[in-house]
């Protein structure tokens, strides 16, 4: 049985769009199930149209188009003459701001120069360095339960070990844990704009007093980089410098904590596949990669700029368009039974985004993916889901367990 929470949605659809190719689509903001959503509502997703409009496919309750199939979206990702990646998560607009997410809001060719003044700052041996403090960070939170024989997961461990290593990176307090949680939530996770609202202007206040105390004395870390960072020989603009921070926000909180969730969630499911990898922690990475396609959480968008025929419908100046990478990874003409969770798959996944958009911070995601299972396997026996437990998953933008409630020791 599934039991959803539907937010109100707008219904105009515009007269180029064929009746026929307006269907329903389970993903919308805040919606909620008490099923996995991975093991019937994704899956009929993926075995239906390559191309459809549905209403309330934006957050902000607007109709689009989804295209599932995974070269569709990558030829959408790499296509920046006929769609614009500008304003598409509409958090400034919200507030009367004009400052877009750097680098995943701009286009090229503003788009190519941020993102090589932000890839040294993310790169793979930059991230490798700091494996002791993100494994610390990890054990720090798995010490608190490991002997206790359970463990609410999302709460104790999902949510506060990003957040934690966030706020080492950025060089800001770990005290202020809580509040960036709470912020975090009602950004994307609350049905209500006026809720988004109030949380985005909160961040940008915290985020805007940062910069200024780090561009009086700045130190060693990103809100250091971003206060003093020079673009062909000019300083960051204000707008700049808080899109940028505002992306670290997002990026490097949420879709680390869904990932979590999503992967242990996986494991505690089925655990031939949990004895595996504590047989042999070297599959943990090759096993990371398959569950980042087979449980990809993630739906961004883009606004059509230019008439364009993708899948054989036509989109429009003004069409907005749905990147779902839940839907690419399940693509049966990508995929052999896309469907199954096979660890030693070694995917070529598009979790990540695809071309000049691809993450900028995939090389930390992973870092944090791979620490929190090498450090909770090796701490902590087998675990399973609590019996009896309803676990709600929120369904769009970000497929999340709010809860995963764990249990391991005697059964």
């Known amino acids: 049985m599934?039991?959803?929470v539907e937010a109100g949605t707008r219904s105009a659809i515009p007269s180029h769009v064929p009746p026929e190719l307006v269907r329903h689509y389970p993903l919308k903001v805040s919606d909620k199930t008490t099923e996995n959503p991975f093991d019937r509502i994704i899956p009929e997703i993926a075995a239906g149209p390559i191309a459809f409009y549905a209403e309330g496919v934006l957050p902000t309750g607007d109709p689009g188009w989804v295209f599932r199939r995974s070269d569709d979206l990558r030829?959408?990702?790499?296509?920046?003459?006929?769609f614009t990646a500008r304003g598409w998560s509409s958090f400034s607009g919200l507030i009367g701001d004009s400052w877009y997410q750097v680098p995943v809001e701009y286009d090229p060719p503003e788009h190519t120069a941020l993102r090589a003044l932000l890839n040294p700052l993310l790169a793979p041996q930059r991230m490798a360095a700091l494996d002791g403090k993100v494994r610390a960070y990890a054990l720090s939170y798995i010490d608190k339960f490991?002997?206790?024989?359970?463990?609410?997961?999302?709460?104790?461990?999902a949510f506060k070990f990003p957040?934690?290593?966030?706020?080492?990176?950025?060089?800001?307090?770990?005290?202020?844990?809580?509040?960036?949680?709470?912020?975090?939530?009602?950004?994307?996770h609350q049905p209500q704009v006026s809720e988004i609202a109030n949380a985005t202007r909160s961040v940008r206040d915290y985020l805007v007093e940062k910069l200024a105390a780090a561009a009086k004395n700045p130190k060693d870390d990103f809100?250091?980089?971003?206060?003093?960072?020079k673009l062909d020989d000019r300083a960051l603009s204000q707008d700049e410098k808080i899109g940028m921070a505002f992306n670290f926000y997002t990026g490097g909180l949420d879709t680390i904590s869904t990932n979590l969730g999503l992967q242990f969630r996986h494991l505690a499911e089925n655990g031939e596949h949990q004895a595996l990898l504590r047989a042999d922690p070297s599959k943990i990475v090759l096993a990371t990669e398959e569950m980042l396609?087979?449980?990809?959480?993630?739906?961004?968008?883009?606004?059509?700029?230019?008439?364009?025929?993708?899948?054989?419908?036509?989109?429009?100046?003004?069409?907005?368009?749905?990147?779902?990478?839940?839907?690419?990874?399940?693509?049966?003409?990508?995929?052999?039974?896309?469907?199954?969770?096979?660890?030693?798959?070694?995917?070529?996944?598009?979790?990540?985004?695809?071309?000049?958009?691809?993450?900028?911070?995939?090389h930390l995601a992973?870092?944090?993916?791979?620490?929190?299972?090498?450090?909770?396997?090796?701490?902590?026996?087998?675990?399973?889901?609590?019996?009896?437990a309803v676990i709600v998953s929120t369904l769009g933008p970000i497929i999340q367990p709010e809860t995963l409630p764990l249990i391991w020791g005697k059964a």
């Open 146 to 157: 490991k002997d206790r024989g359970s463990c609410e997961f999302m709460s104790e461990f």
């Open 2 to 4: 599934s039991a959803t």
């Open 75 to 82: 030829a959408i990702f790499k296509d920046s003459e006929s």
């Open 223 to 229: 809100i250091g980089f971003i206060a003093t960072a």
């Open 293 to 362: 396609r087979a449980y990809a959480a993630v739906t961004t968008f883009r606004i059509c700029v230019k008439q364009v025929e993708i899948a054989g419908v036509t989109v429009m100046p003004g069409d907005r368009v749905a990147m779902s990478t839940t839907l690419a990874n399940r693509d049966e003409a990508k995929y052999d039974s896309p469907n199954e969770v096979r660890l030693d798959r070694a995917p070529s996944h598009d979790s990540f985004a695809h071309g000049p958009h691809r993450c900028v911070g995939m």
């Open 366 to 388: 992973r870092r944090e993916l791979h620490v929190a299972l090498e450090e909770f396997l090796r701490h902590v026996p087998q675990f399973r889901i609590e019996p009896g």
């Open 163 to 188: 957040i934690a290593v966030f706020l080492e990176l950025m060089g800001l307090p770990q005290e202020d844990v809580e509040q960036l949680l709470a912020w975090e939530m009602n950004l994307l």
